[in-house]
C-alpha cells in the first residue's frame, strides 16, 4: 500500500474539507499514478471530490463507520479495510486521505508520494512531517516544477519499518 498526497512546507493538507491548492500538474500525477488503481479514503476525502462522486477509473474504498451507498467500497474499520484491499496487488493501492486516513494508514504503507508545495497554505489539517520521522527516508526529489504560480516538488518516502496488517 502507498499515500499519495501533496503539502505545503508545513505538512499542512487541506483547509475548509478542500485543497489549499489548484495544481494542474499535481492533479495530472495524481489522476496518472492512480488511474486503474484501488483508492483508500475517508467519508469527507470522498464528499470533497465534484457532487461527492467517486474518483472515475479506480476501486474507491472508503473507511466509514455508516455505509455509502453507491459505486463506492464500503469498510467500517480496519479489519475490514485490510481484508478488502488484500484482495488487490499491493502496489496499486493507495491512500488519498484524509488527514486522519492518512495519521492511521501512513505506518502501513511500504511508500508515500509527496508533491511539497513550497508556501505556506494556511491549512486546518495536517499529516505527519516525514522527514522528522526517523522510519521514513526520502529516496527520490525531483527537480522544482512551477505549477499555477508555486514551485513544487515530487518526493518519494520508503518506509522502513511498514506496519503488518
Not at 77 to 104: H, M, Q
Not at 111 to 118: A, F, G, M, N, S
Not at 135 to 148: H, I, L, Q, T
Amino acid at each position: 500500500m502507498k499515500a499519495i498526497f501533496h503539502a505545503d512546507r508545513y505538512w499542512g493538507i487541506g483547509k475548509h474539507n478542500d485543497l489549499m491548492f489548484r495544481l494542474p500538474k499535481d492533479m495530472k500525477f495524481f489522476r496518472e499514478t492512480t488511474s486503474g488503481k484501488v483508492v483508500v479514503m475517508g467519508r469527507n476525502t470522498l464528499l470533497s471530490f465534484p457532487n461527492g462522486k467517486p474518483l472515475k477509473n479506480r476501486i474507491n474504498i472508503v473507511l466509514s463507520p455508516s455505509d455509502i451507498g453507491g459505486d463506492v467500497v464500503t469498510v467500517h474499520n480496519l479489519d475490514e479495510l485490510f481484508g478488502e484491499i488484500e484482495k488487490y496487488p499491493p502496489e496499486d493501492v493507495y491512500v488519498v486521505g484524509g488527514a486522519s486516513v492518512y495519521r492511521t494508514l501512513i505506518p502501513y504503507c511500504t511508500e508515500v508520494l509527496v508533491t511539497k508545495v513550497d508556501a505556506d497554505g494556511g491549512a486546518e489539517v495536517f499529516v505527519p512531517d516525514l522527514d522528522a520521522d526517523p522510519a521514513f527516508e526520502c529516496v527520490g526529489v525531483s527537480d522544482p516544477v512551477e505549477d499555477n504560480g508555486l514551485i513544487t516538488r515530487y518526493c518519494t518516502y520508503v518506509n522502513h519499518a511498514v506496519r503488518e496488517y
